[in-house]
């Protein structure tokens, strides 16, 4: 089910902020609040366009303003086209998205709690922070204690139709993960440079 404010975010920033928004009921409901009548929106202005891709970054990963400025400025350092990958790529690289692509949590909100609840750990070590940054080569294991927990259960079912993006791995026998290369982007509904561009103003 849909909360009322995540209803209103993926009507007004579009249905790729929440997964549970991008489903065929979400699009059936959301056509019922258009009025018959109701006039075609205005055209936003450059700074308002702007303004809805950093809000889909922000609700998509679940980051306060300041953690989005701070991706922004660390990946500025690098100019030219390689400011957009370095700050997908360090957006993509937090835990508790990791986690997620992986498939052990059906959402990054999940994901993030499980991480803050210790449920894992990274390169042999507990890891209790989302924003942690794992790099090509790491490994990422479910806690001994945690394995029996009712959210890993039937854990080898649940990712049987599940494909990972190519840059991550995981073996739900071992309950083990890992991290096999840089991300890629493959959320199309980002508009990267618009964000950085409006943090450049």
């Given at each position: 089910?849909?909360?009322?404010?995540?209803?209103?975010?993926?009507?007004?920033?579009?249905?790729?902020?929440?997964?549970k928004c991008q489903?065929?009921?979400?699009?059936?409901?959301?056509?019922?609040?258009?009025?018959?009548?109701?006039?075609?929106?205005?055209?936003?202005?450059?700074?308002?366009?702007?303004?809805?891709?950093?809000?889909?970054?922000?609700?998509?990963?679940?980051?306060?303003?300041?953690?989005?400025?701070?991706?922004?400025?660390?990946?500025?350092?690098?100019?030219?086209?390689?400011?957009?990958?370095?700050?997908y790529e360090d957006?993509?690289?937090?835990?508790?998205?990791?986690?997620?692509?992986?498939?052990?949590?059906?959402?990054?909100?999940?994901?993030?709690?499980?991480?803050?609840?210790?449920?894992?750990?990274?390169?042999?070590?507990?890891?209790?922070?989302?924003?942690?940054?794992?790099?090509?080569?790491?490994?990422?294991?479910?806690?001994?204690?945690?394995?029996?927990?009712?959210?890993?259960?039937?854990?080898?079912?649940?990712?049987?139709?599940?494909?990972?993006?190519?840059?991550?791995s995981y073996d739900?026998?071992?309950?083990?993960?890992?991290?096999?290369?840089?991300?890629?982007?493959?959320?199309?509904?980002?508009?990267?440079?618009?964000?950085?561009?409006?943090?450049?103003?």
């Amino acid at each position: 089910m849909i909360t009322k404010p995540k209803f209103k975010i993926c009507r007004r920033l579009g249905p790729g902020v929440y997964d549970k928004c991008q489903t065929t009921k979400f699009s059936t409901t959301s056509g019922k609040f258009a009025s018959p009548g109701a006039k075609r929106p205005k055209a936003l202005s450059e700074y308002g366009a702007q303004l809805i891709e950093k809000q889909k970054i922000r609700f998509s990963y679940g980051i306060t303003e300041r953690q989005l400025s701070n991706y922004v400025k660390k990946a500025s350092h690098i100019k030219g086209a390689g400011t957009a990958v370095k700050f997908y790529e360090d957006l993509e690289s937090r835990l508790d998205n990791v986690v997620y692509r992986m498939g052990l949590a059906p959402s990054r909100r999940g994901s993030r709690q499980m991480v803050s609840h210790g449920h894992f750990i990274v390169n042999d070590k507990r890891v209790t922070i989302p924003s942690y940054e794992v790099k090509p080569g790491d490994i990422i294991k479910i806690r001994e204690g945690s394995k029996t927990k009712k959210i890993f259960e039937n854990m080898i079912d649940k990712l049987k139709d599940y494909s990972a993006p190519a840059w991550v791995s995981y073996d739900a026998t071992k309950m083990e993960g890992k991290v096999l290369s840089k991300p890629k982007n493959i959320e199309t509904f980002l508009d990267l440079n618009a964000v950085l561009e409006f943090y450049s103003r």
